[in-house]
T-cell receptor, first 115, second 110 residues
C-alpha cells in the first residue's frame, strides 16, 4: 500500500518552455502533498507544501511564480516549472501523506534537464 | 550545527554483515522518526516509522530510538548487495515538515 506515482520520470526540453510534473497517490487519499528538489549527492530540499483545495505554502527562497503547484484533488498534485532555464535542471520528487500522523510516501522523482 | 547529523559514509560491509546506521539530533520537539532508503535516481522508500523510544523490528530491519540521548539507529541484518543505497533518517515534530539527515551511502560487497 501507500504508492505514489510520479510522471514523467525524465524530461528534456528547451530553455523557455514550461514543464508539468504530475504526482498521484494511487491507493490512499493524500491530504497533503510535498514537492522537493534534490541536487547530486545532497539530501532533499523542501520546495513547497500543498493541502488539497488550498494554495501551496512555499519555502523561503522558492519562487511561487516560477514553480506553480496545484493540488485540486485528494489524489493528484502538479508542479509546473514555468519558463524553465538550465539552472532549473534538477531532480524533483513529490511525496504524499494522508493523516498528519502518517509518514510521507515518495514518488520516484522526475529528472528535469533544460537545454 | 545542523538539526540532524548523519555520517555521509560511504559505509562498506561484506555481504551478510550487519549494517549499523545512526543519526543524532538536537531538537527535543521531534516526535516521529523515519528511515528511508534511496537508490540512485529514485525517490526515497520508507523502511521504518516510529514515534516512541525503544526498538521496532520489521524483517531484517530494526529501528532504535533513544529520545533521552537524541539518538536514532537503523540496523540491517544479513545485508545483501541489493541493500547498497543511500539511507536517510527523517524526523518530524508536530506539523508537516520532515527534517532529513544528509544520508549515509552504504555499499554491500558480494
Amino acid at each position: 500500500g501507500a504508492v505514489v506515482s510520479q510522471h514523467p520520470s525524465w524530461v528534456i526540453c528547451k530553455s523557455g518552455t514550461s514543464v508539468k510534473i504530475e504526482c498521484r497517490s494511487l491507493d490512499f487519499q493524500a491530504t497533503t502533498m510535498f514537492w522537493y528538489r534534490q541536487f547530486p549527492k545532497q539530501s532533499l530540499m523542501l520546495m513547497a507544501t500543498s493541502n488539497e483545495g488550498s494554495k501551496a505554502t512555499y519555502e523561503q527562497g522558492v519562487e511561487k511564480d516560477k514553480f506553480l503547484i496545484n493540488h485540486a484533488s485528494l489524489t493528484l498534485s502538479t508542479l509546473t516549472v514555468t519558463s524553465a532555464h538550465p539552472e532549473d535542471s534538477s531532480f524533483y520528487i513529490c511525496s504524499a501523506r494522508g493523516d498528519p500522523d502518517q509518514p510521507q510516501h515518495f514518488g520516484d522523482g522526475t529528472r528535469l534537464s533544460i537545454l | 550545527q545542523k538539526e540532524v547529523e548523519q555520517d555521509p559514509g560511504p559505509l562498506s560491509v561484506p555481504e551478510g554483515a550487519i549494517v549499523s546506521l545512526n543519526c543524532t539530533y538536537s531538537n527535543s520537539a521531534f516526535q516521529y522518526f523515519m528511515w528511508y532508503r534511496q537508490y540512485s535516481r529514485k525517490g526515497p522508500e520508507l523502511l521504518m516509522y516510529t514515534y516512541s523510544s525503544g526498538n521496532k523490528e520489521d524483517g531484517r530491519f530494526t529501528a532504535q530510538v533513544d529520545k533521552s540521548s537524541k539518538y536514532i539507529s537503523l540496523f540491517i541484518r544479513d545485508s545483501q548487495p541489493s541493500d547498497s543505497a543511500t539511507y536517510l533518517c527523517a524526523l518530524k515534530a508536530a506539523g508537516n515538515k520532515l527534517t532529513f539527515g544528509g544520508g549515509t551511502r552504504v555499499l554491500v560487497k558480494p
